[in-house]
Each structure stands twice: as C-alpha cells, then as structure tokens.
C-alpha cells in the first residue's frame, strides 16, 4: 500500500488553473476546486494553489465570495501555499503598479514588469537547486526586493527576482503548469 495522497486545494475563481490541478492529479494528489466557503470547509488541506490570471479581478472574487479573509488566515497559520504570476501578487506585501491583497509575503512585486503587450516570453533557468527548468512569461511580474531576510530568492533571470519562497510560501513569476516539467510542483508537494 503507497503513502495516503496529498489533498491540495487549487483557487478556481477565474484564470489558469486547471493546468495546476491537471499537474497535481499526475504527481497522485487529490485535488479540489475552492470557489467557495464550503470547499475550503470541507476537508482538510495539505496545500493550497493561487493560479496566475488576473489578480485584481481575483481579489474582488476572493472578496466577494467570502473566502479573503479565510485564506489568508490559512497561510499566516503556515499552510502551504504555491503561488504563480497573478497569485504571487495576491500574496505580495507590496505591489507596484497595483493594489496589495492578502500581503502575506514579505516582498515587493512589479505588476506588468515587462510590459503589457510584449511582456510574454518563454526561457530557461534555475529555481533553487533544480536546473534548466522552463519558464513561461505571460504579463508577468517580477520581485523588485524581497523585505524580510527569511525570504529565499530561488530563481533570477536577468538580474530579475522570479521565485521566492518564505517559510510556507512559494511564490513565482512565471507559469510552471503550462510546460511538461513537473518538478516545481513535486518540490511544493514536498513542503
Ligand atoms: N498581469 C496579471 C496581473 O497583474 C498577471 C498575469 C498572469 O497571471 N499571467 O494580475
């Protein structure tokens, strides 16, 4: 008999996540759409996930559907949480060229850092000790300063913080769910 699965519960209010719970379900974890107060309720989680998308519209819904308040709770408690372009944002104390929401990452993020238009690029890099892992851009933002000196930077490309991670807090830039790599997943299911 294997170890019992992950239960890992994926925001699916309004972006990209059924890439995540595509990726999670292939590396054997249950995983849950939350879209409201009862999904959250429901069962425990081990890890929750905040697809990219857009985070102000992400907010509002968060706001109004009641579930804000709940989740932030959750990750200050030290739920593990993955956190991907628009919901690196969400997480961010501090946001340039936008609002700040849940502000549960000691860190200051560039909305749009690459622009709006031409701001969407595919590279390569490291995220931590994995290597040439690929990385997709899609209006994506990046860290301009991490504030707290238990903020690990694990990723930078050119010159540019793209993935952090804070205690029970993984955030990144880019999108890791679109390519076929599925190792930044196994890590997050590792913490
Ligand atoms: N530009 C979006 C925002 O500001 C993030 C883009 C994304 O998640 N791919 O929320």
């Known amino acids: 008999?294997?170890?019992?699965?992950l239960t890992i519960g994926v925001l699916a209010l309004q972006g990209a996540f059924i890439e995540h719970i595509n990726v999670l379900k292939s590396l054997g974890a249950d995983v849950y759409e939350i879209r409201q107060k009862s999904d959250l309720k429901a069962r425990h989680?081990?890890?929750?996930?905040?697809?990219?998308?857009?985070?102000?519209t992400q907010s509002n819904l968060l706001k109004k559907v009641g579930l804000f308040d709940e989740i932030q709770r959750l990750i200050e408690e030290g739920m593990p949480v993955l956190a991907t372009c628009a919901g690196a944002i969400l997480l961010s104390e501090n946001v340039v060229g936008g609002e700040r929401h849940l502000a549960t990452l000691p860190v200051t993020i560039k909305r749009n850092a690459?622009?709006?238009?031409?701001?969407?690029?595919?590279?390569?890099?490291?995220f931590g000790t994995i290597e040439n892992v690929p990385m997709n851009f899609i209006r994506a933002p990046y860290f301009e300063s991490v504030n707290d000196p238990e903020v690990k930077i694990l990723s930078k490309i050119d010159d540019k913080i793209v993935a952090v991670q804070y205690k029970n807090q993984l955030a990144m830039s880019f999108h890791p769910e679109v390519s076929e790599d599925k190792r930044i997943h196994k890590y997050f299911l590792g913490i």
């Open 114 to 126: 690459y622009g709006r238009q031409l701001g969407s690029f595919i590279t390569s890099g490291s």
């Open 45 to 56: 989680y081990d890890g929750l996930v905040l697809p990219g998308g857009e985070s102000t």
């Open 1 to 5: 008999m294997g170890e019992k699965p």
